[in-house]
């Protein structure tokens, strides 16, 4: 409990037990998205299905009102990598839709996403979106207590320069979370490992890459917030919230808790 250096918020167990249920919404209501994204659907109406799906199970949108945001999930569609704003754009076959959502229970968050393809979309797009959830889940599983935090980053990074030619972007970053949905510290996609706090329990973050099939380069649109590739390509964006237990590694908003994946990672379950 209370704020150590560089004010990294270190949670109780009963803390990281709410960011638990807090993460179970955010993951429910995220496949709840993923059966609901198809041709002809817009991200306005998304959008209701989340918020209907985190009010339904006692919670609150983190992203609504956040900043001004006027959305309880950002829709962020093609060469858009993060922060779109939902309203009247109508998913077509073969776009990728990244899907960002945050719920708050009792006061503690969680914070995932997903990259969903509608239809068809070419092999490329299919391979950035594996690329994408696979750098996410081999940076999780290189969290362990006594670790720094950008041996996350590192593994990340490692993990999609392994898998091809990428655009890693630098712009935005993965972060803490708890009593707020963006703390200290950022977690980068990128970079060495072994620098930054030292992982301990109680620690929770956000860890999220974001892909693109060309270069790392943004720019934000004239609505303030959607982010664009800087080149027009496609990008993918997955997200989960985690922290690590002294039993291992434990994915809040994942909803077996990341046991299957990380097993198949060789990384310990840390979930109660
Ligand atoms: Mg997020
Ligand atoms: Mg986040």
């Known amino acids: 409990m209370g704020l150590l250096d560089r004010g990294v918020e270190i949670k109780a167990p009963e803390q990281i037990d709410a960011m638990r249920r807090a993460g179970l919404v955010v993951g ?8 609901a994204v198809r041709a002809g659907i817009s991200t306005r109406e998304l959008d209701a299905i ?48 990244s899907i960002d959502c945050g719920a ?41 207590l006594g670790g720094r935090v950008t041996d ?13 030619r990428y655009g890693i972007v630098e712009d935005y970053v993965g972060h803490g979370i708890g009593s ?14 072994g620098k930054g706090p030292k992982i301990v329990e109680g620690l929770a973050l956000a860890i999220e890459p974001m892909i693109t099939l060309g270069t790392k380069e943004t720019v934000v649109l004239d609505d303030d917030w959607t982010v664009i590739t800087t080149d027009g390509s496609y990008a993918a964006h997955f997200e989960h919230t ?21 097993a198949k990672l060789g990384v310990p379950f840390g979930g109660r």
């Open 242 to 262: 985690m922290t690590v237990t002294s039993s291992g590694v434990w994915v809040l908003t994942a909803i077996d808790g990341g046991e299957e994946m990380l």
């Open 152 to 164: 996350i980053s590192h593994a990340v990074e490692g993990f999609v320069k392994r898998s091809g």
């Open 28 to 35: 429910e209501t995220l496949e709840i998205l993923r059966g």
């Open 50 to 97: 989340a918020e209907d799906s985190i009010r339904g199970r006692g919670a609150t949108p983190s992203f609504l009102g956040y900043e001004g945001f006027t959305g309880s999930i950002c829709a962020s569609v093609n060469d858009e990598v993060v922060h779109g704003i939902p309203g009247d754009r109508v998913l077509a076959a073969g776009d990728v839709i």
């Open 180 to 193: 707020a949905m963006h703390q200290p510290p950022n977690v980068p996609n990128f970079g060495r490992a």
């Open 104 to 144: 708050i229970v009792d006061g503690w968050h969680g914070d995932a996403a997903i990259s969903v393809a509608v239809g068809e979309v070419p092999a490329e797009v299919t391979t950035l979106m594996e690329v994408t959830e696979g750098a996410m889940w081999r940076g999780i599983a290189a969290a362990r």
